[in-house]
């Protein structure tokens, strides 16, 4: 059984930062792709960053020069350093990986965790 847990998510002024973490967990073979997602009220869930297992990376626009991803291989963790929120960041933000199981490859995500940011 594996598992996404994330942390991190919280209140925070416009122009501040959140450092969001991710840890899979389970029997994991390999992880290819991770990620974050967010969705925010009303709107439909969008690619924030990503992080494939050679460290190359892919940013949304709208947060390119702020928000950095990294990844652990060896702990199976992804991080998320969110600089210089802005209201609009505002979302549930969602960790996402692209792992082999025992069985098979498959996507797996995690239960959320809410950033606000207030202006």
């Known amino acids: 059984q594996v598992q996404l847990v994330e942390s991190g998510g919280g209140l925070v002024q416009a122009g501040g930062s959140l450092k969001l973490s991710c840890a899979a967990s389970g029997t994991i073979f390999s992880i290819n792709r991770m990620g974050w997602y967010r969705q925010a009220p009303g709107k439909q869930r969008e690619l924030v960053a990503s992080?494939?297992?050679?460290?190359?990376?892919n940013y949304a626009d709208s947060v390119k020069g702020r928000f950095t991803i990294s990844r652990d291989n060896a702990k199976n963790t992804v991080s998320l350093q969110m600089n210089n929120l802005k209201p609009e960041d505002t979302a549930v933000y969602y960790c996402n990986s692209f792992l082999r199981t025992i069985s098979s490859w498959r996507e797996y995500w995690g239960q959320g965790t809410q950033v606000t940011v207030s202006s």
């Open positions: 992080i494939t297992s050679s460290t190359s990376t």
